[in-house]
């Protein structure tokens, strides 16, 4: 045991009613909603990387956390930061964690240097998830800081960077397979451009489609039975990002006929960036088929940058569950905070509140979208807002073999004459506020 978080108990759960700021007030682990418990339904994971990697820096300023591990031999703050990981998820009882490989190990002279550090460091996790129960829903490769993949990496023009990005998704992939982890993770940090001045976006993309291609072809070699994820991102760093929102990535996925095998996972504050809400993020991997997992965060909307603050409210995340649950939940997913602490929020008591917060608005926004799901209000409006397209006739106008001509006859012997209907917006705000 370290002493980096002494006196700090493991969290319980205490009910609504309880002042104790270090309880969950909402988030009770067993307690079944539709026939799962809420362990099951939001699969919660701590983030290696804001959690313990982060220095607490931004945009306009450097380092204002100070922690143990930021200092002293690489290998022994990377044992560590292992130790002190593992207490707080059994602290939070977290039944998941996940990580880039630069968070969880120092990046060494060589590529086989960095991998033999991540593999030194897997060889704890693999120990400690069998101690204590908590589980990888992902790793992911870091193929962004590095001043190496300022171009790209699978889209970079250099050749051999590709080929070094290949090498180090391979060494990351054996490890997530290794510690059974449920998922692997894409993110193109910089997977975009800056100008189209220098760039060759044609062959960027086909670059990138190939790289995905060998991936999955890479997870069945090696029977990994988890999902491959992309996390889409419209901006920043890179100013163009060619997996700018769930829509976007599923066209690329199409277009290399990766999209029964590639899903999303889907973050708050990228949704933003991207111009949509959260929701619609999901309901459009619903729709499409690629939902996956999420990154539980939220952004500042006076800023115009992803500041990664954990979620709370209640009300947007109650939405975001109905249509989490309307779609089924999760199979392999879950929800990974890729939430960090405030430039100011210095103590280790704070990164529990933080989470702890967190874990209580998801749990809040589960109750209340189930309780929206058995009420049925909101379901039984939209289905009698679409309830003509069950009649033959107009079932007909979407059938193969439907043309306009025939559909433009249909209206004039008809004489059809459409008019507008409420869609009641306002009622149906109301209505879910009944709920949150």
């Known amino acids: 045991m370290t002493d980096f978080f002494a006196g700090i108990d493991r969290v319980e759960y205490k009910g609504p009613d309880s002042d104790d700021p270090l309880a969950f007030r909402f988030y009770d682990a067993k307690r079944e909603i539709m026939g799962k418990t ?15 990697a982060w220095p607490g820096g931004d945009p306009f300023g450097g380092q204002t956390f100070e922690r143990p591990w930021f200092h002293g031999d690489p290998m022994e703050a990377a044992k560590l930061k292992a130790d002190v990981a593992f207490e707080m998820f059994s602290i939070l009882n977290a039944p998941f964690f996940t990580f880039h490989d630069r968070d969880i190990a120092p990046e060494g002279d060589t590529l086989q240097e960095s991998n033999d550090n991540v593999s030194a460091i897997a060889d704890i996790f693999e120990r400690k998830i069998e101690e204590t129960g908590t589980r990888l829903l992902w790793g992911t490769a870091n193929m962004f800081t590095n001043r190496r993949f300022m171009a790209g990496a699978s889209t970079n023009p250099d050749p051999e960077v590709f080929a070094w990005c290949a090498a180090q998704v391979k060494h990351c992939m054996d490890v997530t397979h290794r510690l059974k982890g449920a998922n692997y993770v894409l993110w193109g940090g910089r997977e975009g451009y800056e100008t189209l001045l220098n760039t060759d976006m044609g062959r960027e993309l086909d670059q990138m489609g190939r790289f995905l291609s060998m991936v999955v072809d890479y997870k069945h070699k090696i029977g990994f039975e988890g999902a491959i994820l992309i996390e889409p991102k419209p901006q920043e760093p890179s100013k163009h ?3 700018y929102d769930v829509a976007t990535v599923f066209g690329f996925l199409q277009r290399f006929g990766l999209e029964k095998e590639v899903k999303v996972n889907i973050e708050t504050g990228h949704s933003v960036l991207a111009g949509h809400t959260f929701e619609h993020e999901i309901e459009t991997a619903n729709a499409l088929g690629i939902f996956g997992s999420l990154d539980a965060n939220r952004n500042d909307y006076q800023s115009g940058w992803d500041t990664d603050q954990f979620p709370n409210n209640v009300p947007e995340t109650a939405v975001a569950m109905y249509y989490i ?3 089924g939940g999760f199979t392999t997913g879950g929800f990974n905070f890729d939430s960090k602490l405030r430039r100011q929020s210095l103590d280790p008591v704070d990164l529990i509140a933080g989470h702890i917060g967190g874990m209580d608005v998801i749990a809040r926004g589960l109750i209340a979208a189930a309780a929206m799901i058995e009420d049925g209000g909101w379901a039984d409006f939209v289905k009698q807002r679409y309830a003509g397209w069950d009649k033959p006739e107009n079932q007909a106008m979407l059938a193969d073999g439907a ?4 559909i433009a006859a249909r209206v004039h012997s008809e004489g059809l004459d459409p ?4 869609g009641q917006q306002e009622r149906l705000e109301n209505w879910i506020n009944r709920f949150v």
């Open 38 to 52: 809420m362990e099951d339904h939001l699969r919660f994971a701590v983030a290696y990387w804001h959690s313990f």
């Open 241 to 243: 990002q060619y997996d």
């Open 325 to 327: 649950l309307k779609g």
């Open 403 to 406: 043309d306009l001509e025939t």
């Open 419 to 422: 008019q507008p209907v409420s």
